[in-house]
Nanobody, 124 residues
């Protein structure tokens, strides 16, 4: 079992930055792929970024490439999402997710474990 708790969301002006954190419980954190999804009102949930268990593989949706960076600290059982040059269209609830199967489950949008979500609002 893995439990995920996000933090770091908030209100920021366009062009600003936020860093989201996701603290994970469980001794096997290091073998899980991790990702950040988001869901805006009236829209489907989308995978924003993901990182494999050893950090050797990452994925970014086109709309955030060059602006967002995912990283993980296995010593702290934490995954981070650094968001720069934020745009109003980045406004959404952001969810941390984890699964041992990075390519099929995480990149496929059906990870086994989810956090409760944190709101990010970008004002224009």
């Amino acid at each position: 079992q893995v439990q995920l708790v996000e933090s770091g969301g908030g209100l920021v002006q366009a062009g600003g930055s936020l860093r989201l954190s996701c603290a994970a419980s469980g001794r096997t954190f290091s073998i899980y792929g991790l990702g950040w999804f988001r869901q805006a009102p009236g829209k489907e949930r989308e995978l924003v970024t993901a990182i494999s268990w050893n950090g050797g593989s990452t994925y970014y949706v086109d709309s955030v490439k060059g602006r967002f960076t995912i990283s993980r600290d296995s010593a702290k059982n934490t995954v981070y999402l650094q968001m720069n040059i934020l745009k109003p269209e980045d406004t959404a609830v952001y969810y941390c997710a984890a699964d041992q199967n990075y390519r099929i489950k995480l990149l496929g949008g059906t990870p086994a474990y989810w956090g409760q979500g944190t709101q990010v609002t970008v004002s224009s």
